[in-house]
């Protein structure tokens, strides 16, 4: 049936897969390992999150009240616009500052 030559390039065969196989699985694998092991996002602080939640409030009710896309949208970027980046802006400098330290 099976010659001298192809029994052994079979058992050769079996003994390579017996070799490879749990070594290619365990490289597939590492990936899977690794992002289970990733690092957190950065958790946003509640005071982070209270900021970012007043200005959308804050430019939410600045469109509402003075309707920009009704009227000149000079008003809405001085009153609406301009404090949310000053704020914004500060919070960036006063954050620059404390990591120099």
Known sequence: ???????????????????????????????????????????LSRSLRLGIFLSLIWLAGCAIGLKPWQHDLTPFIIVGIGPVVLGWGIKWVLAGKKNAR
């Open 1 to 43: 049936m099976i010659s001298g030559i192809q029994e052994i390039l079979l058992i050769l065969l079996i003994i390579l897969g017996l070799f490879l196989v749990p070594r290619i699985t365990a490289r597939r694998r590492l990936p899977q390992q690794m992002a289970a092991r990733r690092i957190p996002a950065a958790v």
